[in-house]
């Protein structure tokens, strides 16, 4: 998908494309192998109209991802997706008709001002559909920016395979259960920061003990957030994260987040 797809219809359709089959999909946004001296492509895609509606979530403005697919900038690209605080992006779910696991890798992208009126996420929300063989869907990011966002339980919402983030940042964002991050599986943070975000949490709600894996067996969830920062949250009932899981912070940071005088506990956690 090259600059210049002012209708954002080049980009649907990749993401279509890779829908057809189950085979492992990857659409570059930006030059793959620019010319030498060709300057910075700043990619900045606007969306405002919705395009596709899930019959349990609502609309989203990009086709359903049902299929392994990774989006990514090109080499010498920067890549933003803009929300117009009007739409919310990805659903990742698997499908009967392909029966593979599906799962969204996005690197080297910025998201901003997602909006979702519904349940779920702004930004990302990913079903917790199994396939026959008990796999759910996957989310993987790196080097992503989310700001801006509302609306929904968080901006990135997975009941799939524990979700993991490498790098990420999260500014200025709000959900009514956390916000950043809410997941049910565990998820597995490394590096990035998240700050000044609100929520019933101000930035990462994991809502499970256990959950069961594809065999059939109950598994202990583990929310691990090592060499991250997480500074200027505030929740109504905890600052920064609120976990039911098995917790396991390292190397991180915790700065100036607040917890709800009245009803809040853990400034910084609730675990």
Same mark, same amino acid.
Request: proline content about 4%.
């Given at each position: 998908?090259?600059?210049?797809?002012?209708?954002?219809?080049?980009?649907?359709?990749?993401?279509?494309?890779?829908?057809?089959?189950?085979?492992?999909?990857?659409?570059?946004?930006? &030059?793959?192998?620019?010319?030498?001296?060709?300057?910075?492509?700043?990619?900045?895609?606007?969306?405002?109209?919705?395009?596709? /509606?899930?019959?349990?979530?609502?609309?989203?403005?990009?086709?359903?991802?049902?299929?392994?697919?990774? @989006?990514?900038?090109?080499?010498?690209?920067?890549?933003?997706?803009?929300? $117009?605080?009007?739409?919310?992006?990805?659903?990742?779910?698997?499908?009967?008709?392909?029966?593979?696991?599906?799962?969204? +890798?996005?690197?080297?992208?910025? @998201? /901003?001002?997602?909006?979702?009126?519904?349940?779920?996420?702004?930004? @990302?929300?990913?079903? !917790?559909?199994? +396939?026959?063989?008990?796999?759910?869907?996957?989310?993987?990011?790196?080097?992503?920016?989310?700001?801006?966002?509302?609306?929904?339980?968080?901006?990135?919402?997975?009941?799939?395979?524990?979700?993991?983030?490498?790098?990420? $940042?999260?500014?200025?964002?709000? !959900?009514?259960?956390? !916000?950043?991050?809410? /997941?049910?599986?565990?998820?597995? @943070?490394?590096?990035?920061?998240?700050?000044?975000?609100?929520?019933?949490?101000?930035?990462? &709600?994991?809502?499970?003990?256990?959950?069961?894996?594809?065999? !059939?067996?109950?598994?202990?969830?583990?929310?691990?957030?090592?060499?991250?920062?997480? &500074?200027?949250?505030?929740?109504?009932?905890?600052?920064?994260?609120?976990?039911?899981?098995?917790?396991?912070?390292?190397?991180?940071?915790?700065?100036?987040?607040?917890?709800?005088?009245? +009803?809040?506990?853990?400034?910084?956690?609730?675990?």
């Amino acid at each position: 998908v090259l600059p210049g797809d002012t209708a954002n219809d080049e980009l649907r359709a990749a993401i279509s494309a890779a829908n057809a089959d189950a085979a492992t999909d990857v659409i570059v946004v930006g &030059e793959v192998n620019p010319a030498a001296g060709t300057p910075t492509d700043g990619i900045d895609l606007g969306f405002g109209s919705v395009a596709y /509606v899930d019959a349990t979530l609502g609309a989203f403005t990009f086709p359903f991802v049902i299929a392994p697919l990774t @989006i990514e900038a090109g080499t010498t690209s920067t890549l933003q997706l803009d929300g $117009t605080d009007a739409v919310r992006f990805f659903l990742v779910k698997n499908d009967a008709t392909l029966d593979v696991q599906s799962s969204l +890798t996005l690197r080297d992208v910025t @998201i /901003v001002n997602g909006m979702s009126p519904a349940t779920g996420g702004s930004v @990302i929300h990913v079903d !917790g559909t199994a +396939t026959t063989s008990g796999l759910v869907p996957a989310l993987t990011l790196q080097d992503v920016s989310i700001r801006g966002s509302a609306g929904g339980s968080a901006p990135v919402v997975s009941h799939g395979d524990p979700p993991r983030l490498t790098n990420c $940042t999260f500014r200025w964002n709000s !959900g009514d259960l956390a !916000g950043a991050l809410v /997941v049910d599986r565990g998820a597995v @943070i490394s590096g990035g920061s998240i700050a000044d975000c609100r929520g019933a949490t101000g930035a990462v &709600e994991a809502t499970a003990a256990t959950f069961v894996d594809a065999s !059939g067996a109950t598994v202990n969830a583990v929310l691990a957030i090592n060499g991250a920062t997480l &500074e200027n949250n505030v929740g109504q009932a905890a600052g920064a994260v609120r976990s039911l899981a098995n917790t396991n912070l390292g190397s991180d940071t915790f700065s100036g987040n607040h917890a709800n005088a009245g +009803t809040g506990q853990g400034g910084a956690v609730l675990a």
